[in-house]
């Protein structure tokens, strides 16, 4: 119990504090997680998330970004746009990227990022930074997996999987072009979820893309294969028995 919440919420000043039951439990779950690691199959490796990351427990945008061509050139430099645990930063440098600039803001997925590099061996092609969206320069492929849900998150701990109004995904559209080399592609992973909730329709995504003067080379498809989207009693069957989960690549108009 102590590492659990030692994990989340630093180390004790001495003060008395208060938590409900399930705040704790919460707590020695994401202890768990970050000690025994998440398999990726896409790395032949493990991820090892720490508390407030967001855990890549739905594999199949990971086999999306193993299996696309990458950009002619982008051997070179990549950046990784929300790095998050740092597995797509490590998943390009398995493919033999040379140099990845991994972004993030949020100080608890930087120092999380740095430990799933060093444990998988990948550290020294890659580079994490403290930014909000991209660092500085240019390169020839530039990925980001933002949020998928467009609504508000109920807590911190919830922001990775929550992007109240699309802004993050708004962000790395509008700025995608200015960070692009010539030739070069952006790869957006999303998943439709959202549309077939009612939260936001295609022509709206199509329209941001084309708005940031960015065209579609090509888009890549899967279907999810976690245990709710085959579940007929979860709340959201109707919504995720549809889901596609999309690797679009991007290019400059």
Known sequence: MRAAVDEAWGAPDGAPAIASLRELQGLVGA???RKKGVEV???RGRIHPHFGVFSPLRGEYLDLIAQAPLPKGAEALAFDIG??????????ARRGVRQVV?????PRAIACANDNLARLGVA????VVQADMFPEGRALLVVCNP????????????????DPDSAMLRAFLAGLAAHLAPGGEGWLVMSDLAEHLGLRTRDEL???????GLRVVA???TRPTHPKAGDPTDPLFAARSREVTSLWRLGAA
């Open 31 to 33: 202890h768990e997680w």
């Open 83 to 92: 790095t998050g645990t740092g597995v797509i930063a490590a998943l390009l």
């Open 147 to 162: 949020p998928w849900v467009p609504t508000a998150p109920n807590a911190a701990i919830e922001r990775a999987v929550y």
């Open 41 to 43: 199959p896409a790395l």
């Open 124 to 127: 020294p092609q890659v580079r």
């Open 219 to 221: 888009r890549h498809d």
């Open 102 to 106: 991994a972004t993030d803001l949020d």
């Open 206 to 212: 199509l329209g941001w893309i084309a708005a940031a």
